[in-house]
């Protein structure tokens, strides 16, 4: 099987504390997964479970603690940091933090074009931002002369997708690129994510805490809780039959066939935060419905079950 990108045994610790008390927060520990060629693929999971430790390890913006990112998606002739550079675009979550307010919106384009040396000449960089601002329902014309505030959180995401697709990307991660869009604009920006990979073939990680839009436009999902994978699989076998508790808690939160609503169910990050991390057996042993006593002292492996890989000591029979 082709894989664009791997993820191999990621391992993230951050220090905090004072020098006198010390704590270590694995903030992501020991994940794998992989993206496939024009593929979307998910990370999942409340907020501070990892995602974006996840997101920025992979763009080079943080270091490892151990692990590997292997790719094998570059283009031929081409060596791996360019690979990382051109290869690989992102998407944040907050659109109005993008874009400088007192700059003109395309300027940004041509910043890009420049940096990349991907056009000769004024006229020929134009050609290329609008081919790339019409892939997302916008127009060179639409931007022309325009500040930030000239659009809205929406526009300026398809603003954001449409420059991430000015180096012909092979992957581009979104992290919570709709989190602070308005509700009603979700879908047809999420959307935009499935037209790419069809039309382009481009892939999507696409990071969220909403699991509507996930189910909705993603091919493959990883559950994350606590810096952990606790299942992982494709979207119908994770969030039609999930077989972790914790996935299951979660999905019982959806509202059924309702995936203009965002998500409702955020178990809030509590006191129990640092003590979830700390613990020996399953970090998600403390409000486990189904808990065991082997689930208190071992943390539970990965098993196959009907296709996807569950963390949990429950099926420690159907492997
Ligand atoms: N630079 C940092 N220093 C210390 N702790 C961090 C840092 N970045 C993230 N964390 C911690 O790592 C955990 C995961 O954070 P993050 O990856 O941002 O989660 P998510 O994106 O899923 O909300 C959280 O407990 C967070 O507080
Ligand atoms: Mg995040």
């Known amino acids: 099987m082709e894989k664009l990108l791997e993820v ?26 992989y993206i496939k060629p024009a593929e979307i693929f998910a990370l999942a999971g409340e907020s501070g479970c990892g995602k974006t430790t996840t997101a920025r390890i992979i763009m080079g913006f943080e270091h ?23 290869g690989i675009q992102a998407i944040f979550q907050d659109p109005f933090g993008t874009f400088n307010p007192l700059r003109q919106v395309e300027r940004y384009f041509f910043e890009t074009i420049e940096n990349y040396k991907l056009a000769k000449s004024k ?3 134009v050609e290329r931002i609008d081919a790339k601002l019409r892939l997302v329902g916008l127009s060179y014309e639409d931007l022309a002369g325009k500040y930030p505030s000239e659009f ?45 990979r069809d039309e382009l073939g ?26 952990k ?5 494709t979207v119908e076998q994770v969030l039609m ?6 996935t299951q808690l979660l999905r019982a ?43 208190r002292t071992t943390p539970p492996p990965d098993f196959e079950v009907e296709g996807a890989q569950v963390a949990c000591h429950l099926y420690a029979d159907a492997g």
């Open 253 to 295: 939160s959806i509202p059924e066939a309702d995936t203009a609503h965002r998500w409702q169910g955020e178990i809030r990050l509590t006191d129990a935060e640092e003590e979830e991390y700390l613990r020996q057996g399953c970090r998600f042993a403390g409000r486990c419905p189904r808990v065991m006593d082997i689930c």
């Open 64 to 86: 490892a603690t151990s692990g590997a990112i292997i790719h094998s998606g570059k283009k031929e002739a081409k060596n791996e940091k360019v690979w990382f550079t051109e």
């Open 202 to 227: 481009v892939s999507v990680l696409y990071i969220t805490h909403d699991l509507a839009t996930a189910y909705y436009v993603c091919d493959r999902i990883a559950i994350m809780f606590r810096g």
């Open 152 to 196: 809205s959180g929406g526009q300026l995401q398809r603003i954001s997708i449409a420059r991430a697709l000015l180096t012909d990307p092979q992957l581009i991660i979104a992290d919570e690129p709709v989190s602070m869009v308005d509700a009603s604009l979700r879908m047809s920006i999420v959307n935009l994510f499935k037209k790419l």
């Open 123 to 125: 006229r020929a960089a």
């Open 8 to 33: 191999k045994n990621l391992t993230k610790t951050f220090t905090l504390g004072s020098v006198l008390s010390r704590v270590k927060i694995t903030a992501v520990d020991n994940i794998s997964f």
């Open 241 to 246: 039959a999930p077989k972790h508790p914790y």
């Open 229 to 233: 994978i606790a299942e992982m699989g």
